[in-house]
């Protein structure tokens, strides 16, 4: 190999070298630019705020330095309220009464506005911005606000042809969607039907058919949501539904338990006192005849000792008496 044939070779790896650096400096760079477009002032990362259907929530919007206005926009079209730090004025453009706005402050070290909503409800859910205008430009602060709404859970079993059933499991209107699972899940198949609600709730029901040669003893319907505190599970027997919190359930056996000890106890209880009662009568009838039996026979005996004098002396009073001689 000449010298011509390693300089080409050499000027070809490193052509192929800066290549693979630039591929992979794109690759890494490419998300630092997006995260910082995404960071500057008027495209902010949203904050997931989520409660429960009736609860309250609070979002916080502080911010440092001279600011100019300050003011809530709800989905990005409708303005809740204004703080005009300018003219030291504030405005409730909302007339929502579950509305309210705290802590608003303007001054050069710290400038605060809070939202607040009382009894959160289904139409509150979305998208809330606080916007802060200052020498700099226009900041924001954005919340994504999600409702969250607790399913109601029924569950029936239906008989079918070919000694088959059908058990169904329905969480109705929640929000987000529930996850049902079947436990144990190897006894036949199952479906899953979506419905979705105006009011963005979602109906989730579960079909599971099973052949009754496979259903022993029990099936589990086992819903998971975020408004459960754990995963709730609900028994099926095979005799029809029966229902019960998994949660729930060693507080219920701990409570029965205890009654029947509590039972337990009183009828032992009630066994001793009847024995010691029906041992005390026995000995006090015992005692009874005893104390009888002795008095009525010495009653006779001193009885019978005088009459028998008193007819020896009648009789022998009447007896002819022989003369004398």
């Not at 290549?19 to 910082?36: D, K, Q």
């Not at 969607?177 to 039907?193: K, M, R």
């Amino acid at each position: 190999m000449n010298f011509l044939e390693i300089g080409f070779n050499s000027k070809k790896a490193i052509s192929v070298e800066m290549i693979s650096v630039s591929t992979r400096l794109h690759v890494v760079l490419l998300p630092v630019a997006f995260l910082m477009a995404f960071a500057r002032p008027g495209y902010p990362i949203a904050k997931k705020v989520s409660t429960l259907l009736g609860n309250k929530v609070l979002f916080s919007c502080p911010f440092d330095g001279n600011v100019t206005k300050m003011s809530w926009v709800f989905n990005s079209k409708l303005q809740i309220a204004a703080l005009r730090c300018d003219l030291n004025e504030m405005a409730l453009i909302s007339n929502n009464s579950r509305i309210i706005i705290q802590n608003a402050t303007c001054n050069t070290f710290k400038n605060e506005m809070n939202l607040q909503i009382e009894s959160v409800q289904l139409a509150d859910d979305g998208n809330y911005t606080c916007e802060i205008l200052d020498q700099r430009g226009v900041h924001r602060l954005a919340f994504s606000f999600a409702v969250t709404v607790p399913p109601a859970i029924s569950f029936s079993t239906d008989n079918k042809p070919n000694n088959t059933m059908m058990a169904i499991c329905t969480a109705s209107n929640g929000k987000p969607a529930a996850e049902i699972t079947w436990y144990p899940n190897n006894l036949g198949n199952f479906s899953i039907n979506i419905t979705h609600h105006s009011n963005r709730t979602v109906t989730v029901q579960s079909k599971y058919h099973i052949s009754i040669h496979h259903f022993s003893e029990e099936i589990i319907c086992a819903v998971n949501h975020p408004a459960f505190d754990g995963i709730k599970n609900y028994t099926i027997h095979q005799n029809g539904p029966a229902s019960y919190d998994s949660q729930l359930s060693p507080k219920i056996l701990f409570l029965l338990y205890l009654i029947a000890g509590v039972l337990a106890a009183c009828l032992c209880l009630l066994a001793v006192v009847a024995f010691t009662v029906r041992c005390f009568n026995l000995q006090i009838e015992t005692a009874f005849r005893n104390c009888c039996i002795s008095r009525s026979s010495q009653e006779m005996s001193q009885s019978n000792g005088p009459f028998i004098q008193m007819e020896n002396f009648i009789y022998d009073s009447f007896q002819p008496q022989k003369p004398r001689n």
